[in-house]
């Protein structure tokens, strides 16, 4: 569903993306489904990964500001 992480994400940190990928997330859209508490909840992901994931899914309209 949606764009694969390496070309939605390509700049953001492997670290963000790496955490993402263990959980079995692989697109930016399903990001945008999960809930800030759910994403904060994945081992290796905090506050500054999900900044950069909800404003990489506003730049790519994936959701709104």
């Known amino acids: 569903d949606g764009l694969p992480l390496e070309f939605s994400w390509g700049v953001l940190p492997s670290l963000t993306t790496n955490a993402l990928r263990r959980a ?33 899914s506003v730049v790519k309209g994936v959701c709104r500001a």
């Not at 990001?31 to 800030?36: F, K």
């Open 24 to 56: 079995g997330v692989h697109s930016l859209a399903a990001t945008a489904a999960m809930t800030d508490g759910e994403l904060l909840a994945l081992p290796g992901f905090g506050r500054r990964s999900l900044r950069l994931v909800r404003d990489a």
